[in-house]
């Protein structure tokens, strides 16, 4: 070897690509651990479906309910059905600090309104009206396949749980696009962003008007025609839809990507590769002996600014560490929790944007995510300059890329996009300000919030194994 060609190994940053260097034992496991990834997305299209879950998950690998089963290495709590933490406690005391990995669970979504039903009077169509929830593109909305996920309280305090249109012999819902030839003024000649009203996103939900051999024609017959069938099916009136929590999510299973089924295409994976990949590598770690008490947490909300209780900027991660405190026989009070929380280390575990070739002139190709090279770290995201982002420290920077590259982790320095194109933020900042050491540490997407997103089963695997030693060695 050249003596330039030696000092550029030893002296330059280049990020390697997954298949090149992993070997066969490793590759196959990257295509093992797809599967389980692949049920976990065709289940979990909701966050109160990712904590259920993920709940039973853990109660079938021991995890007891926190401060109601005496002394227990391994405990969870869960929040109001959107929430759910977990953590193994280490040897050290929990006050010495902690090891936290954070992820977020809800996703980029179409809800219906709290009164959403109603009969077109022109078309005697059965409509329901809708409200986007988080960053969409509300064109891809529109005429494809999506399927009923949701909660209903009715009045007498019953919970129903639906879910239509999942199985192939269920009914899809849809919201029609307007046919490009009468689309010239209506669509065309606006700008993208307001082409498609977010008044005008309605989903079509049946055709056929109630019927007796007593009535010849009834008034919004098709509308009764529904609130009969539902009803029948689920118990349920039209005034049980205003204390109901129903999503649209597109309808479908996760699929393998390329002739390779190299990659994983599928709805929600922004931030569910995240939450799955955690809460794994805290399943197979947990019965090692391990210094530091390691939390994984999933939060709701990040994705319309993590507000509510159910939201990273709500108390609940706090309070669980205070309730780990008491249950591990240490002070519980409120000076020891605070400093136990600046003791901390944090990865804010989020998905970034990878390269995408079809649009490359957006990235920073230097700096950015590419697919395929690993798990990404990210010092900061926000947008311009710096603008509403955590900024991790130097120091914490260079103790995970330390701690990765001890454990033999593929990992990529990545952030998202160029400097004034945009930009994007995590649930971070809120959990740095608090005084923990946070860092943001995820997978690389293609198709970021569209209805399927695409990551390279390389990644995700490269993702499982950064926590994994992180959970280990930081």
Known sequence: MKKSEELRKKLSYERKLFWDVASSKEQEAAFKFSEGYKTFLDFCKTEREVTFFIENVVKEHGFKEILKNGSDRKIYKTAHGKNIIMAVIGKKPVS?????????IDSPRVDLKQNPLYEDKETKLGMMKTHYYGGIKKYQWLSTPLALHGTIIKANGETVNVVIGEDENEPVFVIPDLLPHLARKEQYSKKLGEAIPGEKMHLVFSSIPYFN??????????????????????????ADFLSAEIELVPAGKARDVGLDK?????YGQDDRICAYTSVMATLDTMNLDF?????VYLAD?????????????SIFLYDFVGDLLKHNGEDFDSYTLRKTIMKSQILSSDVNAAINPNFPSVHEAQNAVHMGFGVSITKFTGSGGKSSSNDANAEFMAKISRVL??????????TLGKVDEGGGGTIAKYLAERGAEVIDCGTGLLGMHSLYELCSKADLYSTYQAYKAFITKA
Do not use: C, F, P
């Open 96 to 104: 010495e600090g902690v090891n936290i990995i954070a992820s977020h």
């Open 291 to 295: 210094d530091k008490t390691i939390i």
């Open 301 to 313: 909300k990040e994705e319309i600014g993590s507000e509510g209780n159910t939201g990273s900027k």
């Open 405 to 414: 590259n001890e454990a033999g982790v593929n990992w990529q320095i990545g």
């Open 213 to 238: 051999d007593e009535e010849k024609s009834v008034k919004d017959g098709v509308k009764l025609n529904v609130l009969l069938m539902l009803n029948e099916k689920y118990g349920i009136t039209e």
């Open 262 to 266: 190299s990659m994983i295409m599928a």
